[in-house]
């Protein structure tokens, strides 16, 4: 048989015990690694010149942060796609592959401004709250395996208001301020819920590449705001 030939599984709710443990190992191992590739490729680019640039058309647009953002929801949204293809296994890793450097573009301008416009333990400390944060929900939903599927629809109006409140911001000229970082923190958690309860109750076994992105970019979400929290707490 072709190794790249997608070979469709059986939901983790009904696999046996050993095929539900090695689901959730691959999904974990994918998803350090895809966290692994992230810091690298960050590492790379906040050498180069892409943050002054990226930067200078944020500050130089009134809308840029608008097309950066719609550029990598688009990127995302294709992605996705490619990451929970059937097609072939070579696309899911496409898409991977392809969310984690979007991602990473993203978080430039933020992570450049972090490391060297603020006080240098915000970003090593917003790192390890992150992780702290996602081992505890991590916890959480396999010690209880609560059903958190009645998230799904909390997340979805939650990111269409999210995102008309930051697309508001720009269009209008307010600050969304901290209480929204705050809150986005907690939408971010409820995702993190939402997706381990996915990997626990809902995947196909043959899914981990799929359930890594969607994990690591709710860690991606967290992280974002997180460090936003800290970075606005270190200039007061």
């Known amino acids: 048989m072709n190794p790249d030939v997608f070979s ?15 689901f959730i190992r691959r999904t974990y191992l994918h ?9 690298i ?24 942060w608008l097309m950066i953002l719609g550029a990598f929801i688009l990127t995302g949204w294709l992605a996705r796609g490619l990451a929970a293809s059937a097609a072939s296994v070579s696309l899911q890793y496409a898409g991977l592959g392809l969310y984690v450097v979007a991602e990473a573009v993203i978080f430039v301008p933020i992570l450049y401004l972090a490391a060297f416009y603020s006080s240098p333990e915000v970003l090593p400390n917003a790192a390890l709250l992150t992780g702290l944060l996602f081992a505890g929900l991590t916890a959480v939903a396999f010690t209880t395996r609560t059903d958190f599927s009645f998230l799904g629809g909390i ?11 930051i697309v508001g911001g720009v269009v209008f000229g ?16 409820a995702a993190i819920l939402y997706d381990t309860s996915k990997i626990i109750h809902q995947y196909d076994t ?20 997180v460090l936003s929290i800290l970075m606005r707490l270190s200039r007061r």
Do not use: C, D, K
């Open 8 to 22: 469709p599984g059986y939901p983790v709710a009904q696999a046996a015990a050993s095929a539900r443990a090695a």
């Open 31 to 39: 998803l350090a690694g895809a966290v692994g590739v992230f810091v």
């Open 41 to 64: 490729v960050e590492m790379l680019l906040l050498r180069s010149a892409l943050p002054r640039v990226l930067l200078g058309f944020i500050q130089g647009n009134p809308y840029g």
């Open 155 to 165: 997340l979805t109006i939650g990111g269409l208001l999210a995102l008309g409140a």
């Open 174 to 189: 307010f600050g969304l301020g901290l209480l929204f970082a705050v809150v986005m923190v907690g939408l971010a958690g």
């Open 206 to 225: 043959n899914q981990h590449v799929a359930a890594s992105l969607a994990l690591f970019a709710s860690i991606a979400l967290l992280f974002w705001y």
